[in-house]
C-alpha cells in the first residue's frame, strides 16, 4: 500500500501543541482524515484519529463522557471506579479510530507526514498561499457523479 497524498491543515493558535491536521490517501483510492501533528518534547509525532470513549448509565441507558461524574441525561451519580486504565495506569478517554498495526507502517506513515508538513510550513509562507486540506468533498462528490452517471 501506498502513501500516495497529504494533505495538511496548519493550526495558527501556536499556544497549543496540536500544530497542524493531515489527511492521507492511500493507493489514491482511500483516505484517512483527522490525523493530528503535534509537537513533542523530541520534535513533532503524528497522532492518530480518535474517538471520544463514552459509557452508557446504569440507570437511564444514555451515553455520556468516561469522565463525566453524573448522567447528562438523567442526572443520577455515576460510578467513581469505571474508567478503563491503559498502558502505565492511565485512563483512557480516546479510542483510535483507525491505526498502522505494526512500527514499519507507523514510521512510514509519520516520516511521509512530517515531511509534507514542514513543506506545508514553507509554502504557508509565500503570498498567495492556499490550504488544499478540505476540497476532499468537491473532488469526490464530482468523481461519484462521473461514476454513477449522474450531472452535477
Given at each position: 500500500m501506498e502513501i500516495t497524498e497529504v494533505r495538511i491543515k496548519l493550526v495558527a493558535d501556536l499556544d497549543d501543541r496540536l500544530r497542524a491536521f493531515c489527511s492521507i490517501t492511500f493507493d489514491g483510492e482511500f483516505v484517512v482524515r483527522d490525523l493530528k501533528i503535534i509537537e513533542g518534547i523530541r520534535g513533532h509525532f503524528v497522532a492518530m484519529p480518535?474517538?471520544?470513549?463514552?459509557?452508557?448509565?446504569?440507570?437511564?441507558?444514555?451515553?455520556?463522557?468516561v469522565k463525566a461524574k453524573f448522567c447528562s441525561h438523567c442526572g443520577s451519580r455515576l460510578p467513581e471506579n469505571r474508567l478503563a486504565r491503559g498502558d502505565g495506569g492511565k485512563p483512557r478517554l480516546f479510542a483510535d479510530?483507525?491505526?498502522?498495526?505494526?512500527?514499519?507502517?507507523r514510521d512510514r506513515i509519520e516520516a511521509t507526514v512530517i515531511a509534507a508538513f514542514e513543506n506545508e510550513m514553507q509554502l504557508a509562507q509565500k503570498p498567495g498561499y492556499?490550504?488544499?486540506?478540505?476540497?476532499?468533498?468537491?473532488?469526490?462528490?464530482?468523481?461519484?457523479?462521473?461514476?454513477?452517471?449522474?450531472?452535477?
Open positions: 480518535s474517538r471520544k470513549l463514552m459509557e452508557k448509565c446504569n440507570r437511564c441507558s444514555a451515553k455520556n463522557d479510530i483507525a491505526h498502522p498495526i505494526n512500527a514499519a507502517c492556499v490550504c488544499r486540506y478540505d476540497d476532499y468533498d468537491e473532488a469526490a462528490q464530482r468523481s461519484m457523479s462521473a461514476n454513477f452517471g449522474h450531472e452535477r
